[in-house]
C-alpha cells in the first residue's frame, strides 16, 4: 500500500465541500494541489490532518486507518499562508514548541540545526511580529519540520511573500524537504511552485480530483479544457479533419492543426497548446520534425519581466507564445510582423471539452474513449 | 481670487459629518455636566463624614467583597462559554446563545424575580438548601445576582476575545501533538489574556452596580445586605442627600476606573 492513500473522501461543509476524493502518495512525493479558490484545497489539507472528520472515505497512512485519529495523534505538520506563529513566543520558542510535547533530546542543537538549514538562526531572540513575511514564513517551516513529521502540508505559504523572497524560500525549502526526505502536500495557486517543488500534481474543481498525476502528465497532458486553460494552455475549438499515420489534423476556423492525439474525422474537440511549447520565426522553416507551420500576425506583445507573452492571430484563431526578451530583441519582432508559429504534433493536445462539468478523478478513462474511440 | 478660494474650502465642509459630530458632542456634553453635577453639589464635609459613617464602610466593604466574588464566578464560567460558543458548532448553539444573552435585554428586577422563584419553592432551591446555600434575602443572595446580572456581559466579551484568536494556531498546536485542552491552555488563552482581563473589570463594574436584581433577590436590609447601589436607594429613600450622593460618587469613581481599564486593554487587543 502506498505511504498516504486517501479513498472515496466527501466532506460537506456547507459552503465548501469534497466529493468522492481518492489518491495515493509515495513517500517522499512532492504533491502541488492547484485549483480555483473555493475548489475544496483547503478543506483536503484540514481533513488529512484531523481537523474535519470526513462523512464518508477513508485515510491511510502507513497502512494505518487514521480517519478518525485526533489531530495530535497524527504527527502530520501543517504550515498556513499566514504563518499562523504563536506571538507570545519568541522564534526560539516557536521551533521549540514542538520539540517540548515530544520530549525530544538535543532539543537545542536540532532546533539550532533546522535555524541555520533556513538562514534564521540570527533571529531566534526575536518576537514573531518584528519579522517580515520571508523570515516568519521560514519560522513556519522550521517549527513544523523541526518535529520531524510523517508529512507536511502547506496551504499556500508562499502567497503573501513578495516575488524574489519567493524564489528564494522555495530554494531552501526545497533543499530541506529534500535532505529530510518529507512527503509534501502543497496548495497553492501559483504554478511556479508546481514546476519548481513537485513530483506530483492534483487539479481540484468544485470539490472533484479532476486530475492527478505526474507533473509532466498533468501540465502536458490536461485531460479536460479547463485543466488546459487553467494550466496556461491557448484552447481552440475545431473539427477533426482527417487521421492519417498517426497523425489527426483538425480544422481550426480554416487553419490545419496536426496533433499526434488520435481522434475520429467528423468530430469537434478542443486543442490544447502551451505557450512555451510554440517556437516563432520570421522566416518560414520548411526543414524541421515540426508538423504546424501557421502563418499569423502578432497581434500583442506583453513584457513579463525576462519573458514575452506574444499573441498570434491566424485568421481567427488566436493563440500565445512565450518568448525570452533577449529572442525578442534579436528577432526585432514588432506588432504587426507577419511571422511563424511552429508547434510539434505531439505538443498540441485533444483535451476533451465535453468534459468541461467537474467530474471525480478516476472517471476519465471513459471521457478519454468517447474522444479517442 | 482669495474670495473665490474661501468660498470652495467653505464648500467642502461635509453637512454630514457635521452634523454627526455635533450630536455626539451634545450628547457628551450632558452626559459630562451630569457626572459632574454628581461631584459638584454635595458638600465636601458631608462626603467625608458619609464615608467614615458605619453604614457607608459596611456597604462598601459587602460591596467589594460580595463584587470580588461574583467578578471570580463570572470569570470562571464566562471563559468557557465564550470559548465554547467561539469555537464549537453544536446542535441548540442559537438557543443557548440568545438564553445566555437574555438577562442584558431583562430589566433586572425581572430577572431578580425570576432568580427568586427559581431559588424559593422550587426543587432547585430546595437542592442549593440542602447544601447550606440559601439565597433569598442573604449575603449568598446578593453573589447570585450579582453573578446572573454580570454574566451576559462577560460571555459577551469572552465570546468576542476568542473569535479574534486565530483556530490556525490552535489548528497547527494540535498538529504539534497538544491535546485539545493543552491547546486551550498554551495558545488560546495566553492570546486572550486582554479579553480576559477586560471581562473580568466589566464584569466587576456590573456587579457592583447591580441594584434591581440584588433588591428583589436579597432584599435591601439595613445594614445586612445593604451593598452600595441599595445604600444610595434607601437613603434617597430617607432623604439623606449626604450618604447617597457619596454611594453615587463611589459607584462612579468604580465605574470610571473599569471603563478606563477596559479601554486600555481593548486597545491592546
Redesign the interface.
Known amino acids: 500500500m502506498s505511504f498516504l492513500s486517501v479513498r472515496d473522501l466527501h466532506i460537506n461543509l456547507g459552503e465548501f465541500y469534497l466529493n468522492g476524493v481518492s489518491f495515493d502518495l509515495d513517500r517522499g512525493d512532492y504533491l502541488t494541489v492547484i485549483g480555483p479558490t473555493g475548489s475544496g484545497k483547503t478543506i483536503l489539507l484540514e481533513s488529512l490532518i484531523g481537523f474535519w472528520t470526513p462523512d464518508r472515505g477513508d485515510i491511510y497512512l502507513e497502512n494505518q486507518n487514521i480517519t478518525t485519529e485526533l489531530p495530535e495523534k497524527r504527527q502530520i505538520g501543517i504550515v498556513y499562508q499566514d504563518y499562523a506563529l504563536l506571538p507570545h513566543f519568541t522564534v526560539y520558542q516557536n521551533i521549540e514548541y514542538g520539540l517540548k510535547k515530544k520530549n525530544s533530546h538535543g532539543m537545542k542543537e536540532k532546533i539550532h540545526e533546522i535555524a541555520t538549514a533556513l538562514s534564521i538562526d540570527h533571529l531566534l531572540h526575536r518576537k514573531p511580529t518584528t519579522l517580515s513575511g520571508g523570515e516568519k514564513q521560514r519560522v513556519a517551516l522550521a517549527r513544523s519540520l523541526v518535529v520531524e513529521p510523517k508529512m507536511l502540508l502547506m496551504d499556500e505559504p508562499f502567497s503573501a511573500l513578495d516575488p524574489q523572497t519567493r524564489r528564494d524560500t522555495r530554494v531552501l525549502l526545497k533543499k530541506v524537504i529534500q535532505k529530510h526526505n518529507t512527503t509534501v502536500m502543497h496548495v497553492t495557486h501559483d504554478l511556479i511552485d508546481a514546476w519548481v517543488l513537485a513530483n506530483k500534481v492534483a487539479i481540484i474543481r468544485n470539490g472533484y480530483l479532476v486530475q492527478f498525476g505526474s507533473l509532466e502528465d498533468v501540465f502536458t497532458r490536461p485531460q479536460t479544457s479547463f485543466i488546459a486553460d487553467f494550466v496556461g494552455a491557448t484552447l481552440m475549438e475545431g473539427t477533426v479533419y482527417a487521421h492519417h499515420d498517426g497523425v489527426t489534423v483538425v480544422n481550426v476556423n480554416g487553419v490545419k492543426m496536426k496533433t499526434t492525439d488520435p481522434g475520429n474525422t467528423g468530430d469537434s474537440v478542443t486543442l490544447a497548446v502551451r505557450p512555451e511549447d510554440i517556437l516563432i520565426s520570421k522566416e518560414p522553416w520548411p526543414l524541421t520534425s515540426a508538423q504546424n507551420h501557421i502563418y499569423s500576425t502578432l497581434s500583442k506583445i506583453t513584457c513579463e519581466g525576462r519573458t514575452s507573452l506574444l499573441s498570434l492571430n491566424a485568421g481567427e484563431t488566436i493563440f500565445h507564445a512565450v518568448i525570452t526578451k533577449n529572442s525578442l530583441e534579436r528577432l526585432c519582432l514588432a506588432t504587426g510582423d507577419k511571422v511563424y508559429a511552429i508547434i510539434k504534433s505531439a505538443n498540441v493536445r485533444i483535451v476533451h471539452s465535453h468534459l468541461n462539468s467537474p467530474r471525480p478523478f478516476g472517471s476519465d478513462r471513459d471521457g478519454r474513449d468517447q474522444v479517442d474511440g | 481670487m482669495r474670495e473665490v478660494a474661501i468660498k470652495h474650502r467653505a464648500m467642502r465642509i461635509n453637512v454630514f459629518k457635521v452634523v454627526l459630530i455635533f450630536i455626539t458632542s451634545f450628547i457628551t456634553v450632558l452626559l459630562v455636566l451630569a457626572i459632574a453635577a454628581l461631584f459638584m453639589v454635595p458638600d465636601i464635609k458631608d462626603v467625608w463624614e458619609s464615608l467614615k459613617s458605619d453604614e457607608m464602610i459596611y456597604s462598601l466593604k459587602l460591596s467589594l467583597w460580595t463584587g470580588f466574588l461574583s467578578t471570580v464566578l463570572v470569570t470562571i464560567f464566562s471563559l468557557p462559554i465564550g470559548y465554547s460558543l467561539s469555537r464549537f458548532q453544536f446542535f441548540g448553539k442559537g438557543f443557548i446563545k440568545t438564553i445566555i444573552d437574555l438577562p442584558v435585554a431583562f430589566p433586572e428586577l425581572v430577572l431578580g424575580l425570576c432568580l427568586l422563584l427559581l431559588f424559593g419553592n422550587t426543587f432547585i432551591g430546595k437542592i442549593f438548601d440542602s447544601l447550606g446555600f440559601q439565597f433569598i434575602f442573604t449575603k449568598q443572595g446578593i453573589v447570585v445576582a450579582q453573578f446572573f446580572t454580570a454574566l451576559p456581559y462577560a460571555s459577551r466579551i469572552m465570546k468576542s476575545t476568542f473569535d479574534y484568536v486565530?483556530p490556525?494556531?490552535e489548528?497547527?498546536?494540535?498538529?504539534?501533538?497538544?491535546?485539545m485542552f493543552?491547546t486551550f491552555r498554551?495558545?488560546s488563552l495566553?492570546?486572550a489574556r486582554n479579553g480576559i482581563l477586560a471581562a473580568t473589570v466589566i464584569a466587576f463594574a456590573r456587579c457592583i452596580g447591580t441594584f434591581g436584581t440584588v433588591l428583589i433577590l436579597a432584599g435591601g436590609t439595613y445594614m445586612k445586605t445593604e451593598v452600595l447601589p441599595i445604600t444610595l436607594y434607601l437613603n434617597i429613600s430617607y432623604g439623606n442627600m449626604g450618604m447617597a450622593l457619596t454611594s453615587g460618587i463611589v459607584l462612579m469613581i468604580v465605574s470610571f476606573m473599569a471603563i478606563y481599564v477596559f479601554e486600555r486593554t481593548e486597545a491592546a487587543l
Open positions: 486565530d490556525k494556531m489548528f497547527v498546536s494540535r498538529s504539534l501533538g497538544y491535546s493543552e498554551n495558545v495566553p492570546l
